[in-house]
């Protein structure tokens, strides 16, 4: 049977697989869902050497210059619950774009990590089910954020040294709560030939 995530692959013509699958999770109607459980996390703590690569994480791997989006939601209870868009390389080398319940509001927050995690709030999101959005050009990258899908904002825009082929996918953590359940759709991989990866077309396609 595998790895179950063969409708992901039928929608984005690449191969997935699970790192740290969950007990519970479902793909249905080209929807995914999944529930991480207590203390469930990516986060090297800037303040101590504690080190979490725990939380549920459907992958790809993408080489070369690419653009992926997703539209994302998730269930908010507790402090850092969300969901998140992550690129992923070593334990010691990733980022990630986060849909989060943060000091009680849903916002974005990112997360880029080189031994140890840069974490940064980037403010409110209105939208129950915004879309995060990952370019790459090269060893630069941007994460990008929308309410809509058609309308985007860059939240980060920056340089990490990555391989040519990463790992890309969806994440879903609970690092304070007794669990958290997120939910995936329209997830897309474009080929990206725009050097300035913080331009994205009138669409959303890159140029």
């Known amino acids: 049977m595998g790895n179950g995530l063969s409708g992901l692959a039928a929608l984005t013509g690449t191969a997935w697989e699970w790192m740290n699958e969950?007990?519970?999770?479902?793909l249905e109607n080209g929807v995914l869902?999944?529930?991480?459980?207590?203390?469930?996390?990516?986060?090297?703590?800037?303040?101590?050497?504690?080190?979490?690569?725990?939380?549920p994480f459907a992958y790809t791997e993408l080489a070369g210059n690419f653009a992926v989006q997703v539209q994302v939601g998730v269930e908010m209870k507790a402090q850092c619950d969300s969901i998140c868009l992550m690129m992923f390389d070593t334990e010691a080398n990733w980022a990630k774009i986060c849909f989060e319940h943060m000091n009680t509001e849903p916002s974005i927050v990112t997360v880029i990590t080189r031994e140890r995690s840069d974490d940064c709030i980037s403010g409110r999101v209105a939208?129950?089910?915004?879309?995060?959005?990952?370019s790459r050009y090269d060893n630069v990258f941007a994460f990008h954020s929308s309410e809509n899908g058609a309308d985007w904002s860059v939240v980060r825009y920056f340089r990490q040294e990555m391989p040519e082929t990463v790992k890309v996918g969806?994440?879903?953590?609970?690092?304070?709560?007794?669990?958290?359940?997120?939910?995936?759709?329209?997830?897309r991989?474009?080929?990206?030939?725009?050097?300035?990866?913080?331009?994205?077309?009138?669409?959303?396609?890159?140029?």
């Not at 953590?173 to 007794?178: D, E, I, L, R, V």
Request: hydrophobic content about 35%; aromatic content about 8%.
């Open 22 to 26: 969950p007990r519970h999770w479902q």
């Open 33 to 55: 869902k999944m529930t991480a459980t207590q203390a469930e996390d990516f986060f090297n703590d800037p303040q101590n050497e504690s080190k979490v690569a725990t939380a």
């Open 127 to 134: 939208a129950q089910e915004p879309y995060l959005r990952l």
């Open 170 to 187: 969806l994440v879903v953590q609970s690092p304070s709560g007794p669990e958290c359940t997120g939910s995936f759709r329209s997830f």
């Open 189 to 207: 991989v474009l080929k990206n030939r725009e050097r300035d990866v913080r331009i994205i077309g009138m669409a959303g396609e890159p140029s």
